[in-house]
């Protein structure tokens, strides 16, 4: 019998626990496990690096919420897109990535994996001409997409990008961040994996770091999985817990997020302070058409260009006050940050270097009227 997201939210992977009956998986606190005899360990588990029950059940979840075949879950976001890389690529070898895409994945890629042979080509990842331009036959393994896109809210034509990348023998990975797989499912659409910062919407209340992987495949999930043991960048069984928990309430969270989003995007489409709204559910946006068909709604996350430039761009960020001013996102309360500043600041001086008068805004699920007033003041 099939399900839908909320209900395979709440139960997939995660059964009451046979000895006790406990409805909520517990928390195996442990490093290592009794085994029957020597080269017999029960169950499988040997030592929690390798599998802790907690982190299968988040493992389990997360492949099915992704309509995938495997799930890997990792200490944090960058954990588990170094685990791709290390996988798929070998030096010689090239990746395509966006050219608005998220700071710490182009840190990953231009200070970390392009020292050890692996070449990086960033491109207009909604543009499937600009993406088929920087593909290098035979040594393009990845195209590396975002959608929507971080900081700039892109959207990425996903079975475009899939063709794109299947007809040179390459893989898509896609970062499902920002749109959480109660929003969209990559794999659905062509993707090979799909990437997720799981302490963002995933995780939901800015109290956990983590990662996870889904995949398409058994068998590249399988390969994965040696090296999410191999390097060893796994959660531990609290941090599992509290996102799987987290994981529970993504379905009626997000929707607040985007009933909220959308109010606010379409005041600050109207405000003389804003010179433009970056946001998929708004008409004007030139991805709103590829976002309807591939997105069951358009998200919790806008930016906005300030009229007045950099400097005013900073002096909204500081004035907003129930706007927190922090990095990250998908948390209940609402975030305010400045990304040349702040998240986007190692891409300062390159090719995905990010407007100066950008503010982005991750809107959480408070009262709508009261985040518009915040917004109001802050403006100026």
């Given amino acids: 019998m099939s399900h839908g997201f909320e209900t395979l939210a709440i139960h997939a992977g995660q059964e009451p626990e046979a000895r006790t009956g406990a409805v909520v998986p517990p928390i195996f606190q442990t490093s290592t496990y009794a085994q029957n005899a020597v080269g017999d360990p029960r169950l499988g588990y040997e030592y929690s690096r390798s599998g802790n029950p907690t982190r299968d059940a988040l493992q389990e979840c997360l492949a099915a919420l992704e309509g995938g075949q495997v799930g890997l879950t990792f200490a944090s976001g960058l954990a588990a897109e170094d685990a791709v890389l290390r996988t798929v690529c070998r030096p010689g070898d090239h990746v395509v990535i966006p050219d608005d895409a998220y ?3 182009y840190r990953l890629f231009a200070r970390v994996a392009q020292r050890w042979g692996v070449s990086w080509t960033p491109a207009r990842i909604s ?3 600009a993406v088929r331009a920087a593909l290098r036959p035979g040594q393009t393994k990845i195209i590396w997409a975002e959608t929507p896109t971080n900081p700039l809210l892109g959207i990425a034509d996903l079975a475009g990008l899939a063709t794109l990348a299947h007809d040179v023998d390459a893989l898509l990975v896609v970062d499902n961040t920002f749109a959480s797989p109660y929003l969209q499912q ?3 659409h062509g993707a090979d994996i799909v990437v997720h910062s799981t302490t963002k919407y995933v995780g939901g209340h800015s109290d956990v770091v983590g990662g996870a992987l889904v995949t398409a495949s058994t068998a590249l999930g399988e390969e994965l999985r040696y090296h999410q043991n191999a390097m060893g960048a796994v959660n531990g069984p609290f941090d599992a817990w509290l996102t799987l928990r987290g994981v529970k309430t993504l379905g ?27 946001y998929p559910g708004l008409p004007d946006h030139p991805g709103h058409e590829i976002a309807a068909k591939q997105m069951r709604r358009f998200g919790g996350m806008i930016s906005f260009r300030a009229a007045g430039g950099e400097e005013h761009a900073v002096q909204i960020c500081n004035r907003a006050k129930l706007f927190v001013l922090a990095e990250s996102l998908g948390g ?19 090719a995905l270097e990010v407007p100066a008068d950008l503010v982005r805004l991750s809107v959480g699920i408070e009262t709508a009227d009261d985040l518009l007033a915040d917004l109001e003041q802050a403006l100026g």
């Fill in 103 to 105: 700071g710490g994945t």
């Fill in 127 to 129: 543009d499937l001409d």
């Fill in 186 to 188: 990559p794999i659905a």
């Fill in 252 to 278: 009626v969270r997000m929707d607040r997020h985007c009933d909220n989003a959308e109010r606010i995007a379409e005041y600050l489409s109207k405000h003389p302070a804003v010179a433009q709204v970056l």
């Fill in 332 to 350: 209940v309360e609402s975030l305010i940050e400045h990304p040349a500043r702040m998240t986007h600041a190692s891409a300062a001086g390159s």
